[in-house]
């Protein structure tokens, strides 16, 4: 097939495209689309890996503490310039800090449950993979901005949101999860349509899955963000004294368990001091609230689906 016809081909299917697309290396199918199954269960054993590191190394673990001593702890080991108390420290020094082991346990599980949704709709291959990671995508996405926002504005820490480097490559990052998110679901609807010969709609394929669960389910994701922002819990308040002389003091409103404080307020580096405080009930709230709204997402993402050509 020559480049015009393939250009072609992409552009009347996208998705039957890159489901036939031949990328057999030394006998090998490279092309992962063909195996979304291995993706269903690699995400789902990832996921009960997660779990049980979660469960095993403590409940505000993070992959950056094996990250961080895989960096600079076992090379220090081995060239004799670091002691086994040196790369425990260096693993105790991340503990809490950065996207923490519930997270993929969360958004792997979604996934592999919206996977196997569509899969019973017919939806395979490529167009399976995409319709499950824009709802995991969009989950990111929204999660990540509600905590930006939210810290920004009632921890005074306004940098977050500021489109600088390198906060900047985080915010688009979280743009792009939320954008390509959005297009996802847009496209899932569009895609619902059935179409006769004269391009008109006779029905639908599937619709997205709002009932009442779906309703109580959102009322609880808003609830739960107000429950996180006005916690009624005993906090612990921390301060931190400022190159310029002033001292930030933790707000009480949205409280966390990992303050990042722009300790150089006049720095042109756009970037936090971590603050680490332990208090397992904030981090609860905190996971309580990232299962609340992947689970609304994932249940509006379960299609009802629809057999044959219903009439609108």
């Not at 950056?64 to 670091?82: A, D, N």
């Not at 002691?83 to 420290?89: I, K, M, R």
């Not at 167009?127 to 996405?141: E, P, Q, T, W």
Request: proline letters at 4%; aromatic letters at 18%; charged letters at 10%.
């Amino acid at each position: 097939m020559g480049l015009k016809d393939s250009l072609r081909s992409y552009k009347q299917d996208p998705f039957s495209f890159f489901d036939n697309l031949s990328l057999v290396v030394y006998g090998n199918n490279l092309n992962f689309f063909q195996k979304y199954k291995r993706a269903q269960q690699t995400a789902l054993w990832m996921a009960v890996i997660c779990g049980v590191l979660w469960l095993l190394l403590g409940f505000d673990s993070t992959p950056l503490q094996f990250i961080h001593v895989l960096i600079e702890g076992i090379p220090g080991l081995i060239l004799g310039q670091k002691s086994w108390g040196d790369v425990t420290t260096i693993y105790n020094n991340f503990y809490g800090k950065e996207m923490h082991y519930s997270a993929f346990v969360i958004y792997l599980l979604m996934f592999y449950g919206l996977s196997k949704n569509w899969e019973a709709r017919g939806i395979v291959k490529s167009k399976n993979m995409a319709y499950s990671f824009s709802f995991m995508f969009l989950a990111v996405g929204l999660f990540e901005w509600f905590w930006i926002s939210s810290f920004g504005i009632f921890q005074n820490q306004p940098w977050v949101y500021t489109w600088a480097m390198p906060q900047l490559r985080i915010l688009l990052q979280n743009s792009a999860f939320t954008f390509v998110g959005i297009l996802g679901l847009v496209y899932i609807w569009v895609d619902s349509y059935i179409l006769d010969e004269n391009k008109q709609v006779i029905g639908r394929n599937w619709r997205y899955n709002f009932n009442w669960l779906s309703w109580v389910l959102i009322g609880l994701s808003i609830g739960s963000a107000l429950l996180w922002i006005y916690y009624p819990g005993p906090i612990q308040q921390i301060s931190v004294q400022l190159t310029n002389g002033q001292v930030w003091s933790s707000s009480r409103l949205f409280p966390q368990t990992l303050y990042t404080i722009k300790v150089d307020p006049t720095s042109p580096i756009n970037a936090g001091d971590w603050c680490w405080v332990e208090d397992n009930w904030i981090h609860g709230l905190n996971t309580l609230v990232k299962v609340i709204w992947a689970l609304t997402l994932y249940w509006i993402g379960k299609v009802k689906s629809v057999y044959a050509p219903q009439k609108l």
